[in-house]
């Protein structure tokens, strides 16, 4: 029997580590506080762009569990075998919306020819996530090129790591406007939707969740059939995030 000093206590059990999307962070969160209730080790997580934690894992970050706002840096990862493909599926979906500043807040029917630029007004730029390699950014190229206005505000732009820093330009008024998630908008102080991307104008946002190989495990796939409860549901529900 190992006696502990006096005064000393042990180390609580490590809790997984979750690398998810930016745009997950609030509902994660309070989901970490679900799983936490039911007698499992807090959660460690890590938010930032889908493309910047999957990079990280390909070097080794110690990983559990990866949830991407896109399919493609989920594919990116089991093409390098660092998630297990048995524990892939689909687990929310969003919406992609235009984001203003509830103040100057005008609408716009984003259809082909809106004028976005007239909305966003003289030397002014409009956020973004990077779309060179965040899902964000990607989906909001894919939606402008549709609606024939990429060619007018590709040189407007202003690229941000992640779709929360893209919204939070718009928050600190330094853009009038950003294309953003739907629920990255639905609790942000000061900023409503301007208007929402069609459907059709870019790929379904879908995001896919998955174990990494050391994620594997009896907690790991126990926390991903978890994210299925109707507990969990009713929080993603409660974001805003539609099924996948």
């Given at each position: 029997?190992?006696?502990?000093p006096?005064?000393a206590?042990?180390?609580?059990?490590p809790?997984l580590?979750?690398?998810?999307?930016?745009?997950?962070?609030?509902?994660l969160?309070?989901?970490g506080v679900?799983?936490q209730?039911?007698g499992?080790?807090?959660l460690?997580?890590?938010f930032a762009?889908?493309?910047?934690l999957a990079?990280?894992?390909?070097?080794g970050?110690?990983a559990?569990?990866f949830?991407?706002?896109?399919?493609?840096?989920?594919d990116?990862?089991?093409?390098h075998?660092?998630?297990?493909p048995?524990?892939r599926?689909?687990l929310v979906?969003n919406t992609l919306v235009?984001?203003?500043?509830k103040a100057t807040?005008?609408?716009?029917?984003?259809?082909?020819?809106?004028?976005i630029?007239?909305?966003l007004?003289p030397?002014?730029?409009l956020?973004?996530g990077?779309?060179?390699h965040v899902?964000a950014g990607?989906y909001a190229?894919q939606?402008?090129?549709k609606?024939?206005?990429?060619?007018?505000?590709a040189?407007?732009?202003?690229?941000?790591?992640d779709?929360?820093?893209?919204?939070?330009?718009?928050?600190?008024?330094e853009?009038p406007?950003?294309?953003?998630?739907?629920?990255?908008?639905?609790?942000?102080p000061?900023v409503?939707?301007?208007?929402?991307f069609p459907a059709?104008s870019h790929?379904?946002?879908?995001?896919?969740?998955a174990?990494t190989?050391r994620?594997a495990s009896k907690?790991?796939?126990a926390f991903l059939?978890f994210l299925h409860?109707?507990?969990a549901q009713?929080v993603?529900?409660?974001?805003?995030f539609?099924?996948p």
């Amino acid at each position: 029997m190992l006696l502990l000093p006096l005064g000393a206590a042990a180390k609580p059990a490590p809790g997984l580590t979750v690398f998810a999307a930016a745009s997950l962070t609030d509902a994660l969160h309070d989901i970490g506080v679900l799983w936490q209730a039911q007698g499992h080790p807090a959660l460690v997580f890590s938010f930032a762009a889908s493309s910047t934690l999957a990079r990280q894992i390909e070097q080794g970050a110690p990983a559990d569990i990866f949830a991407s706002a896109d399919e493609t840096w989920m594919d990116e990862l089991a093409k390098h075998h660092k998630i297990d493909p048995g524990t892939r599926v689909d687990l929310v979906g969003n919406t992609l919306v235009l984001a203003e500043r509830k103040a100057t807040l005008k609408p716009i029917d984003l259809k082909p020819g809106a004028d976005i630029i007239g909305l966003l007004g003289p030397g002014e730029r409009l956020a973004v996530g990077d779309p060179t390699h965040v899902p964000a950014g990607i989906y909001a190229k894919q939606a402008l090129q549709k609606l024939g206005l990429w060619a007018a505000l590709a040189s407007r732009l202003a690229p941000a790591e992640d779709v929360r820093a893209a919204l939070m330009l718009v928050q600190h008024g330094e853009t009038p406007a950003a294309i953003v998630y739907g629920t990255d908008v639905k609790f942000a102080p000061g900023v409503g939707v301007a208007g929402t991307f069609p459907a059709d104008s870019h790929d379904p946002i879908r995001y896919p969740i998955a174990a990494t190989p050391r994620g594997a495990s009896k907690d790991g796939l126990a926390f991903l059939t978890f994210l299925h409860t109707d507990d969990a549901q009713v929080v993603f529900r409660h974001y805003g995030f539609p099924p996948p």
